[in-house]
């Protein structure tokens, strides 16, 4: 009995795909890893190419990366082209058929959100825009966060139909908490009396959209190209115009940009910012990070 008992232990360690076939998830980023973790709770394993305190736009796409790909059941990416410089070449790299674009394992979600900042006309590289299908930072707001925690729990249960159950019911658990928290973090936003706020990149759109707070200037001149002093003295300008004494920096990119504007409007306030899970090392959770964003609105 004890030597049968052994037998099935120690193939279960050397096998551990023949004792539970969980589906292995793999994100671009980390917010998308924790969403999908809150979905798939212990039915998938969940991994995220990218790290939270990295520019998704820019990753090096490194061979252990296709390494992940190429063990993927699920691909969950934004889309909108955030990944454009670097997913691809992973793709192709990882050789798997499973996660092909069309393939029930590639899912992108970001145009399936409703994304802001959509161009109407036409638009050029040449102007340095990395936006080119819409704004791709979309996890930054709490509903959205929620709505693409049911896309997952759909594609999930497409590909793991004994829990589908279980999927839909933890994205709903989700969204229900992302509900119940907003309205408290709409008060404290409130009470803080910020209306308008400077960003370095339009990472933070869907936030300020979410939060009614005004994104009145960004200090990258375009979306993608760094602060110019020509630029920035602008932004003086306007700040000094219309009162806004919030400026928010993402943490991935240099702070000390902000040091002539505060030298020049000694009132304002710049807070460098977490903006992905994993983009602090105690922000573990959407929560987490949501909550790190009210704070820094607040100026705690
Ligand atoms: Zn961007």
Same mark, same amino acid.
């Given at each position: 009995?004890?030597?049968?008992?052994?037998?099935?232990?120690?193939?279960?360690?050397?096998?551990?795909?023949?004792?539970?076939?969980?589906?292995?998830?793999?994100?671009?980023?980390?917010?998308?890893?924790?969403?999908?973790?809150?979905?798939?709770?212990?039915?998938?394993?969940?991994?995220?190419?990218?790290?939270?305190?990295?520019?998704?736009?820019?990753?090096?796409?490194?061979?252990?990366?296709?390494?992940?790909?190429?063990?993927?059941?699920?691909?969950?990416?934004?889309?909108?082209?955030?990944?454009?410089?670097?997913?691809?070449?992973?793709?192709?790299?990882?050789?798997?058929?499973?996660?092909?674009?069309?393939?029930?394992?590639?899912?992108?979600?970001?145009?399936?959100?409703?994304?802001?900042?959509?161009?109407?006309?036409?638009?050029?590289?040449?102007?340095?825009?990395?936006?080119?299908?819409?704004?791709?930072? $979309? @996890?930054?707001?709490?509903?959205?966060? &929620? *709505?693409?925690?049911?896309?997952?729990? +759909?594609? !999930?249960?497409?590909?793991?139909?004994?829990?589908?159950?279980?999927?839909?019911?933890?994205?709903?658990?989700?969204?229900?908490?992302?509900?119940?928290?907003?309205?408290?973090?709409?008060?404290?936003?409130?009470?803080?009396?910020?209306?308008?706020?400077?960003?370095?990149?339009?990472?933070?759109?869907?936030?300020?959209?979410?939060?009614?707070?005004?994104?009145?200037?960004?200090?990258?001149?375009?979306?993608?190209?760094?602060?110019?002093?020509?630029?920035?003295?602008?932004?003086?300008?306007?700040?000094?115009?219309?009162?806004?004494?919030?400026?928010?920096?993402?943490?991935?990119?240099?702070?000390?940009?902000?040091?002539?504007?505060?030298?020049?409007?000694?009132?304002?306030?710049? $807070? @460098?910012?977490?903006?992905?899970?994993? &983009? *602090?090392?105690?922000?573990?959770?959407? +929560?987490? !990070?949501?909550?790190?964003?009210?704070?820094?609105?607040?100026?705690?």
């Amino acid at each position: 009995m004890n030597k049968l008992f052994f037998l099935i232990l120690s193939c279960l360690f050397v096998f551990p795909n023949l004792a539970v076939a969980k589906l292995h998830v793999v994100t671009t980023l980390t917010d998308l890893a924790a969403i999908t973790k809150e979905v798939a709770g212990d039915e998938a394993t969940v991994e995220s190419i990218a790290k939270g305190t990295q520019d998704p736009h820019y990753i090096e796409a490194k061979p252990s990366f296709m390494l992940k790909v190429n063990h993927a059941d699920l691909l969950i990416s934004i889309g909108l082209e955030l990944e454009v410089g670097w997913l691809p070449s992973l793709v192709r790299g990882g050789r798997n058929p499973k996660i092909k674009q069309g393939e029930l394992g590639f899912l992108e979600v970001g145009p399936l959100v409703n994304p802001l900042e959509v161009p109407t006309g036409s638009i050029s590289r040449a102007e340095g825009d990395v936006h080119p299908d819409g704004n791709p930072h $979309v @996890t930054l707001d709490p509903i959205r966060a &929620g *709505e693409i925690a049911g896309i997952i729990a +759909d594609r !999930l249960s497409a590909l793991d139909a004994s829990h589908e159950a279980l999927f839909h019911g933890n994205a709903k658990k989700f969204q229900d908490r992302m509900k119940q928290k907003i309205v408290v973090w709409k008060e404290r936003i409130a009470k803080s009396g910020v209306k308008k706020a400077i960003s370095y990149h339009k990472t933070l759109t869907y936030f300020f959209d979410r939060f009614g707070i005004k994104n009145s200037a960004i200090l990258e001149p375009k979306p993608g190209i760094p602060p110019t002093s020509a630029h920035v003295m602008d932004v003086i300008a306007l700040m000094k115009q219309e009162k806004i004494s919030l400026i928010m920096v993402e943490n991935m990119f240099d702070p000390t940009v902000t040091n002539k504007i505060i030298n020049d409007i000694p009132a304002a306030r710049a $807070v @460098t910012v977490p903006v992905a899970v994993g &983009g *602090e090392e105690k922000i573990h959770s959407m +929560d987490d !990070l949501y909550e790190s964003l009210v704070k820094a609105v607040e100026g705690k």
